[in-house]
């Protein structure tokens, strides 16, 4: 039986419960607007869905739903969460599970105050005003119009919100989201051409972090956890590390951040886009939880710590932004946080001046990257380092390299108005001295 609700520029007000059965959907159609003032409880597969999923982007419009809870609404949490007879679903993105879906989606309650998860790994506490306990996906865009999200971290499986681009021509938006307003648990987004946000944190504070870049067929979940990533981390997906693993670090790697980590997962690779935080304490915390600061990198766990970092320049910030290397998700890497690294000698390099027409002025070149090729004539490892022409090293980049050509990208925008040396050390400490060969996009 399928229940269509035709609802043209009215509003659908209900001060109980709404349950959908198994064989049931409630079906909004363009310019409708439905508001819940209670729960919803739902047994189908698309038990709440919009009239049309054309893959024409200007087609596709099923009105918005409101979910609300104000003082004269009653206390409590408003939830969306299985009814007796929902299916979980048969993989780690609930295929076959129970859902909704949503064209506009709105969460609004202003009753009582969020408890903030904590980002606990193990158990279902934490609650918010607005409850996501199953597969919520939302097709055009969420308003976090009032009232924090919370969907319960040990039902990482099932229970998240889905940000599913319909089309090639199509993206999801998320709408006013803030420290006070945003995800306490799992986020899920499809691929995107452009830079994509999970809109996540901890239920204090808003960290989000990002896919760069990605397959728009590629699909991608995450939430953030202020903890220990050594630290009771049974329950959540991909390779965990244990406080063992404290002493199982890739080459270079000296120290792992014990105050905050991401877990992300996806069926393509992606870069990945951590935020750093040292603004407040408790979180990122750089400069408790290393002694170099300039060390720091991104580190991914595979069944070892090891350095992902690119184009990154942690000097001088307190909230930026920073990239990681692509990374494939779905088998080699789960979580990721920051790290402290050592130099490849464990000491600086002693630096001869170079003769002048080997510095290079990067500021001259408009590209954002550029292409330097070089070889050493064998399979190694090591390390690339950019010096300012009074020989400070102000840039490191650990490299792999293969007998033959080799390319390595330097960021340009990372360096304003001097000139710069650029030296690759290999693991038998052969030095190379770059030059400019060509420019790239």
């Excluded at 399979?379 to 007998?403: L, R, W």
């Excluded at 033959?404 to 001295?433: C, R």
């Amino acid at each position: 039986m399928i229940i269509i609700l035709i609802v043209i520029s009215l509003n659908l007000i209900s001060q109980e419960n709404i349950y959908i059965s198994k064989n049931a959907n409630l079906v909004t159609h363009t310019d409708s607007k439905i508001a819940i003032f209670g729960d919803l409880i739902n047994d189908a597969n698309g038990g709440f869905t919009h009239n049309n999923l054309s893959d024409t982007f200007g087609l596709s419009n099923g009105g918005d739903v409101f979910i609300i809870r104000h003082k004269e609404h009653g206390s409590g949490n408003s939830r969306i969460y299985d009814g007796p007879n929902a299916s979980k679903g048969i993989d780690d993105f609930n295929k076959d599970g129970a859902f909704c879906r949503f064209w506009n989606l709105h969460t609004d309650n202003t009753v009582g105050k969020s408890i903030p998860s904590g980002a606990k790994v193990n158990t279902d506490s934490g609650a918010g005003n607005i409850q996501i306990e199953q597969e919520v996906i939302v097709n055009k865009t969420h308003y976090f119009d009032n009232g924090m999200i919370w969907t319960p971290r040990s039902n990482w499986k099932h229970a998240f919100i889905y940000y599913q681009n319909i089309s090639e021509n199509s993206d999801t938006e998320d709408n006013g989201v803030s420290n006070q307003k945003h995800i306490d648990g799992y986020a899920v987004l499809s691929g995107n051409s452009q830079d994509s946000y999970f809109p996540i944190g901890d239920g204090k504070n808003l960290r989000f972090c990002g896919i760069s870049s990605a397959s728009r067929k590629g699909v991608f979940r995450a939430a953030y956890f202020n903890q220990n990533p050594l630290s009771g981390l049974i329950g959540i997906s991909g390779k965990l590390p244990t406080g063992s693993d404290s002493n199982n670090l890739s080459e270079y790697i000296t120290k792992i951040c014990k105050t905050e980590f991401w877990d992300i997962d996806g069926n393509k690779e992606a870069n990945i886009i951590l935020c750093s935080n040292n603004k407040i304490g408790g979180y990122s915390d750089w400069y408790k939880n290393f002694d170099k600061s300039n060390r720091i990198v991104i580190t991914g766990f595979n069944g070892k710590w090891n350095n992902l970092s690119s184009y990154f320049n942690p000097n001088g910030s307190n909230d930026s932004i920073y990239i990681a290397n692509k990374t494939l998700l779905n088998s080699d890497y789960s979580l990721f946080t920051w790290a402290e690294e050592d130099s490849l000698i464990n000491s600086d390099v002693e630096i001869n001046h170079p003769l002048n027409d080997q510095y290079l002025n990067l500021n001259h070149y408009q590209e954002k990257y550029i292409n330097f090729e070089y070889s050493f004539g064998y399979d190694g490892f090591g390390i690339a380092k950019v010096y300012d022409y009074s020989g400070c090293e102000i840039f490191t980049q650990n490299i792999d390299f293969i007998n033959g050509k080799n390319e390595l990208f330097i960021n340009s925008s990372n360096f304003i108005n001097s000139l710069y040396f650029i030296k690759i050390i290999s693991d038998k400490n052969d030095i190379l001295n770059l030059k400019f060969i060509k420019n790239n996009n």
